[in-house]
């Protein structure tokens, strides 16, 4: 069974900084690609940054330059720092772990943290 665990989310001032991280356990299967993706209240959910196995990032428009994805193949874990953060990246932000299967691929989701960025 596929077990995701999120942390770092929390209030914040603008400006400020949060870390958020996510452990995905219970495969024998490789992980590809991990991503967050975030949902703010009465919006769709939105990719913020994803990053291959090999390490290459993809970001969206609107936290280029702030925000920076990372991991650790050997622990399994995605990191996004967020940095100069802004009330607009208030959201319930989710992390996505691509499984490569036998045949195919299967994604999984974590339960989701909440960023909340407010004076």
């Known amino acids: 069974q596929v077990q995701l665990v999120e942390s770092g989310g929390g209030l914040v001032q603008p400006g400020g900084s949060l870390r958020l991280s996510c452990t995905a356990s219970g495969s024998i299967f490789t992980i590809t690609t991990m991503g967050w993706y975030r949902q703010a209240q009465g919006k769709q959910r939105e990719l913020v940054a994803d990053i291959t196995r090999a390490g290459s990032t993809n970001y969206a428009d609107s936290v280029k330059g702030r925000f920076t994805i990372s991991r650790d193949n050997a622990k399994n874990t995605v990191y996004l720092q967020m940095n100069t953060l802004k009330p607009e990246d208030t959201a319930v932000y989710s992390c996505?772990?691509?499984?490569?299967?036998?045949?195919?691929?299967?994604?999984?989701w974590g339960q989701g943290t909440q960023v909340t960025v407010s004076s």
């Open positions: 996505n772990v691509v499984y490569q299967l036998f045949a195919g691929v299967r994604d999984y």
